[in-house]
């Protein structure tokens, strides 16, 4: 097998599985996903502009879904099933894997997983800028920031959780939205690299069960406040938790956060190369993978 890295190739392995991804059934999941979002996220913060009288920001629903506990935990659980044979290793990959050799054929499945990352996202990005029936502006809405002060006996209702103070008075619009957005994708990134991991040693059922169980002691350590939350990627991901709600030094550094996924990310795609440099692919043919 070739070891030489052609762009062509990487390219051509990242569009043909796209093009495999996107036509897949299981892609229908993300309309169930999306109604979801509108009921957990986009429905409580439409109730609050109702009564309110002003318009969201088009952008702030996104924050929410980005930034919500269940959402958080949610969206991960669709895109590992969207990707749960990520990657594709059977016999018929074996003729191409020859040719192009086998780093190509990784490095077209790392690209593939990106781009179906980044849609993904967009797609949810898309979904909550429609349904927000909001304007664009450059600051956060008065639906967002005055609501709790119009109406405190709200204050801790499920709603002023999606977009709490410990956001809007911290951080511009923007910085959330590029944070939350960055978040996510370092996020679904280190668990697709687990899938891959497991799936080139031949223990794909360990891998779904791996990358599920980070998620749930993600949300359970989150869920408790525990300090061992900042070991899974769920705290890691959620930007609110980075600040306190009113004192100006934040809980932990955005910075760090982004230091965590890139040591995971780092160390997951050494251990794919190295499993894969040690790699037979001649044993798909007894069986896949």
């Known amino acids: 097998m070739g070891s030489k890295i052609s762009l062509r190739a990487i390219w051509y392995t990242a569009r043909s599985e796209f093009l495999r991804w996107i036509t897949n059934p299981r892609i229908i999941i993300v309309g169930i996903l999306i109604v979801c ?44 099933i969207l990707i749960s044979d990520f990657p594709v290793i059977n016999p ?20 593939f997983m990106i781009i179906c990352i980044i849609v993904f996202i967009l797609i949810i990005f ?44 911290q951080v511009h619009i923007f910085t959330a939205l590029f944070t939350t957005i960055l978040m996510m994708v370092l996020y679904f990134i280190f668990l697709a ?44 991901t959620i930007v609110w938790l980075h600040y306190h709600e009113i004192l100006r030094q934040p809980v932990r550094l955005i910075s760090t956060s982004i230091l965590y996924f890139a040591v995971l990310i780092t160390v997951s795609t050494v251990i794919n190369l190295i499993i894969l440099k040690r790699l037979q692919f001649t044993n798909i043919e007894y069986g896949s993978v």
């Open 37 to 80: 979002i509108y009921t957990l996220a986009v429905e409580p913060l439409l109730e609050r502009v109702e009564r309110f009288g002003e318009p969201l920001n088009m952008l702030e629903p996104f924050i929410a879904v980005g930034n919500s506990g269940i959402l958080v935990m949610l969206m991960p659980c669709v895109f590992i």
């Open 193 to 236: 690299l687990i899938l891959c991991i497991a799936k080139m040693l031949y223990l794909h059922s360990a891998g779904i069960f791996s990358v599920f169980s980070i998620i749930s002691l993600g949300v359970m350590t989150t869920a408790l406040r525990s300090p061992l939350m900042w070991i899974f990627p769920m705290a890691n």
């Open 126 to 169: 898309v979904s909550c800028a429609l349904m927000s029936q909001g304007t664009f502006s450059s600051h956060w809405s008065d639906t967002v920031t005055k609501f709790n002060a119009e109406f405190p006996d709200e204050m801790h209702h499920y709603a002023s959780e999606l977009l709490p103070s410990n956001l809007y008075n």
């Open 92 to 111: 018929g990959t074996l003729p191409f894997i020859i040719r192009a050799g086998k780093h190509n054929w990784f490095f077209g499945q790392m690209l």
